[in-house]
């Protein structure tokens, strides 16, 4: 078998197709947000999250201000939305109005999208920063204070209803797809 070593810049896309998100944060004068795949649960006890967050997200710097986020989750359907989410920063625009987006605020302080509809959403408080892991990212774990899912596509047993709930994922670039295939291991 024949293999190619892969160059430093792609790679990334060993890694993906993953979750993609939607993080947002501020307050109804400033806030933002943006599309982040690199996000992950951590732990269970306490039910904490990881992110990587690029040094020059204005969506993080709001994270940073604030000390909470939400985490929503899209159906694939809103790739579109996503992908601009992700490739315009808040800096310079209003991109709720821009992308005609709603965001509401919840009981935690941080806004969840309302618009485009998420399936689910989680609310998260920053633990702990660590900001000299990479040139490019900070990453940030967080402990989640309330989640939020449509009880028609997640299942408390089973988790997500996976002939209903398409959660998009990133392949590389402007590419998404979403779960195609259902295997359950005999152990
Ligand atoms: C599919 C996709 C995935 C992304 N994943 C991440 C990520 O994991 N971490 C990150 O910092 N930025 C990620 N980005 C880039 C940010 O979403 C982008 O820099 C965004 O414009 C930041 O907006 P803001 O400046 O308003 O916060 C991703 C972009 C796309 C399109």
Redesign the pocket.
Known sequence: MVYTRVAQENLYKLFHPRP?YIVAAGTPEKH?F??????SPLSEDPPRIMA???KE????QLIKEHGVFSVNILDVKEYEF??K???????DVD?EKLLGAKLVYTDTGAPRLEKPEPIAWVEAKVFKILDDVAED?DLVIADILAAYAKPKLFNERYGWVLKEARIPL?VSGRVFTTISGFYMARG
Request: hydrophobic share 55%; proline share 0%; net charge positive.
């Open positions: 993609v933002s943006m599309a982040i795949a690199w996000l990587a967050f690029g997200s204005f969506t993080y996503i992908f989410a992700g490739t315009v920063s808040g800096k991109k990212v990133h």
